[in-house]
């Protein structure tokens, strides 16, 4: 069973940056596809990005694109989500997930608790 634990959110004014860091436990990170996904307040929650098992590959969403980066130490069991330009549309709750296969219709089957990410303008 794979834990996962965020951290890192907080209040950035925009324009400002963050970085997010998702720790593991309970399993072999590097067996594991990770992503990021994030739900604003009174909205569905959306996809961010996601990040092979090497680490060499990784896919965003075009809301995030060229300003967002996932990146990975399988050393450290850790996934990072590093958000450059932030503005207020991307204030949410980010949530860091883990899937053992890359497959997009393959469900994302462990989740962590989410940690708060406030832009102010």
């Known amino acids: 069973q794979v834990q996962l634990v965020e951290s890192g959110g907080g209040l950035v004014q925009a324009g400002g940056s963050l970085r997010l860091s998702c720790s593991t436990s309970?399993?072999?990170?590097?067996?594991?596809?990770m992503g990021w996904f994030r739900q604003a307040q009174g909205k569905e929650r959306e996809f961010v990005g996601k990040?092979?098992?090497?680490?060499?590959?990784?896919d965003y969403a075009d809301s995030v694109k060229d300003r967002f980066i996932i990146s990975r130490d399988n050393t450290k069991n850790t996934v990072y989500l590093q958000m450059n330009s932030l503005n207020p549309e991307d204030t949410a709750v980010y949530y860091c997930a883990a899937k053992a296969y890359g497959v997009n219709t393959y469900p994302w089957g462990y989740w962590g608790k989410g940690t708060q990410v406030t832009v102010s303008t």
């Open positions: 309970g399993g072999t990170f590097s067996n594991y596809f």
């Open positions: 990040i092979n098992k090497g680490g060499d590959t990784t």
